[in-house]
């Protein structure tokens, strides 16, 4: 419990910091809005389901990804303009680090859902299936902000975060399964291991 409230506590903080003078505020609120929804659902489903520790870790570090993107902006973050000089790139990516952990992390989240209400049985069809609810996530994102930009023209550009590359939005879905499956293959022992000491 300390841990998760430890979590809790860091995630405000954050917030606060990163409503401080963002790039913007309309796109502040597109890009933070998933991390505040998804806190305040597992928030009112605690009681109900409580994830493993590990999960509830990896949804921090997403909030972390989704609320620093929403102060600066997705294509402004320093780190990545920094890196973007530095290996010559032609675009800032933390973008896609946002994608890869949108797919990491539902995939993870997912995982333990299936698992616990015993909705899947073999392991080759759990993991199939958690990287197509995963995809499935990223694809609804993408055409999200497609609706955002399409609704609000201009204002929705820093959202939709394009940055001129015609393949933004396929390779935006591609590190998302990419993360998907990186999940299963790195954390999916150790994840098992976390579900069976929390139902014993």
Request: charged share 15%.
């Amino acid at each position: 419990m300390k841990l998760i409230y430890t979590l809790l506590i860091l995630i405000i903080v954050l917030l606060i910091w990163s409503a401080i003078k963002p790039f913007e505020y309309f796109t502040w609120c597109l890009e933070v809005s998933p991390a505040v929804i998804g806190v305040l659902v597992l928030m009112f489903t605690f009681k109900k389901f409580r994830f493993t520790n590990v999960v509830y870790v990896l949804i921090f570090f997403h909030c972390v990804i989704l609320i620093i993107g929403g102060h600066y902006t997705y294509a402004e973050v320093p780190l990545f303009d920094w890196i973007q000089e530095t290996f010559n790139h032609s675009r800032n990516n933390y973008d896609k680090l946002g994608h890869f952990a949108q797919g990491f992390v539902p995939a993870m989240i997912t995982r333990e859902v299936l698992l616990r209400k015993n909705v899947v049985n073999s392991n080759s069809w759990l993991n199939f299936i958690v990287v197509c609810i995963a995809m499935a996530i990223s694809v609804t994102y993408e055409f999200i902000e497609w609706a955002v930009s399409l609704s609000t023209g201009e204002g929705g550009d820093s959202f939709l975060g394009t940055q001129g590359y015609i393949w933004d939005t396929q390779s935006d879905i591609l590190f998302a399964t990419i993360g998907a499956i990186l999940a299963l293959i790195f954390f999916g022992k150790y994840h098992t291991l976390q579900i069976e000491k929390l139902t014993v």
